[in-house]
């Protein structure tokens, strides 16, 4: 009992050939784009290297970008195959690639599905990466003279100018850090040295924040410095100032950009998983189709396709079967005095593939 | 003595068909990308129309667009007539069409090469129109209130971060104006009120930049108030700091930036001449060679392909004669009504 099965007369294959031909060429152009696409995401990731922690998250660009080259080589000698099939001769040649060529494909298509998910599971990880890099950078945003961290600074600012965003969390991680280098800190003014004292660790704290967090859309000039200290302005609240600074963190920010982009290229590559399942049921369709016909000796009638050629718990049992003999194979029957030369049958119900037609009996030589 | 004859037998003409036909649609999406060209450009001058007091031209952009159509079109046609050009029944459809059709692309052509002209001299109108507007924005800076100034300040402030720029000629137009609304002034604060006493105008003046001047790669935080006190600041100088703000006007940069454009939409409408210029110089060796076909039912026959049907010299002195002509013959025309008249 086939899953499945469908009729099909010759210029029905044909124009199944033809239209697979065509799919197969426009999955190859899916491949690139998944290919470009992984290759998108692994530069935005590096662009902001200097932002994020040690974590592994370059596993999905990376799997993006096999995932797309495999589909354009796949997807090449599918069109190739196809059409060929239109083609006796030339399907001749191609008859026992086709059988292990659809296996493969059917397993890289669990790849692409792999892929897709990978997409969306990397939340969790991108978001602790941003975390510790931001506080790190927020940290060391002082240390424009320290080598390795001479544009920490500069990341930063225009990281926040970019996203419109300030500090980790929100502007208050600011007042948390000394962002201003003792370079340019007055030792020999009291007020300084009273500010470093007042603290155990002896920084130089204090309500103000960097340039990059102003808000161009506020009608008032810039507050940058004595933010929570409401008598320092005139007209000025800060429990009720919305328009001064950026409110929003740049954890945040960016974790909806990325998140962004993830969902989109998650979409895209499970649009291309479902054209290559559809794409290699076609090709099912016509291998099966075609050794029919071969079976039945004339290419040019009608013969029928099917998925599976008995139902899925049969095949399913039979492919066990032919790994358990597999194995058996493997083992010498030690009951023959331990003499491998002998031949001995390796089941009573073997399977010969698809065709499942046993080889004739080669007479003894005599 | 047609000027500068070529022969041509069945194999040329075919291949000067052919190619005539792939070089038509390039100029067709080389008309695309003019057209493109034109919009882009008329949105970037509206982007920034805030910059130049809304009173930048758009006469450049619209004849670019204009431009890109008509070449668009033009070169379909064109495209058409040499597909049609080797099947003698169909082109015998579009031979009374061609000599206005050459008419009208000499036409275009010279409408280019205005085009080009306008495209390298409007940049002058640019700069002033610039100047004049960037000194308004500035002055206009703190009236966040006022309505139709209201997105002033955040568009100079976008324009500055963008840019890299800082103030109309440089920093120092910030001291002349005041930038800080009275609404933000506490004016019953002594400090306050002895600067704004101290000028003519009654400003709030100061040496300080808003915060968008700030220079994201300086090694220290911007300093931007008491920009010219060496003393307010630890291990200062003004003198020669020049990371701190952006040393750049915003005049200097918004010019650069639209001088490139129109430069390189000037460079790519004379490149379009000459393509236009080859088509139609093909066209015109295709259609005459067709023409002077001996045995017009026989296509292996040779003809002849010219440029002009005489010299340069007699084919002028040939039109100005025509045009006298059709002159003269207005007035012999009224010469004859009046005499029926009477």
Redo the contacts between chains.
Sequence with gaps: MAVFRLTFTKTKRDKLAQVLWILNWISVVTGIILFSLGLFLKVEINKRGELMAERNIQYVPNMLIAVGLIACAINFLGGKICYDCVDTTKFLRWKLIMLPYILCTFFFTFCVLVGALMCYSMHGELEESLNLGLTEAIRFYKDTDTPGRCFLKQTVDMLQIQFKCCGNNGYKDWFQIQWISNRYLDMSQKEVVDRLRSNVQGKYLMDGVPFSCCNINSPRPCIQQQITNNSAHFHYEHQTEELNLWMKGCRQALLEYYTHILQSIGLSVLIAWLFELSVLTGVRYLQTSLENGLRQGDLNSESDGWLLEQSFMETARVNLNIIKSLGKCNQIDTANNGDPNINIPCTSKANYGPDNVPPKEIPEAS | MPFMPVKFNLQKRVKLAQGLWMIYWLSVIVGILIFSLGIFFKIELRKRSEMMDNNESHLVPNLLILVGLLACGVSAFGGKVCHDSLDPVKFAKWKPMLKPYLLLCCGFNALMLLTVLLCFLMQFAVYLTLAEGLKNSIKFYKD??TPGR?FM??TL??TQ?EFRCCGNNNFRDWFEVQ???N????MS?DLVKDRVLSNVEGKYLMDSV???C?N??S????I?HHLTNNSA???YDHRIEELNIWTRGCREALFSYFSNMMNSIGMLIIATIILESADMAGLKYLTTALETMEDPENPECESEGWLLEKSVKETFSEMLAKMKTLGASNQVEGGDAAEAAT
């Design positions: 966040t209130d209201c300040k955040r402030d976008m971060i930038w800080i609304s609404r933000y002034l506490d604060n808003p915060f968008s700030c994201p790669g090694p220290r935080p911007c931007q600041h630890y291990d």
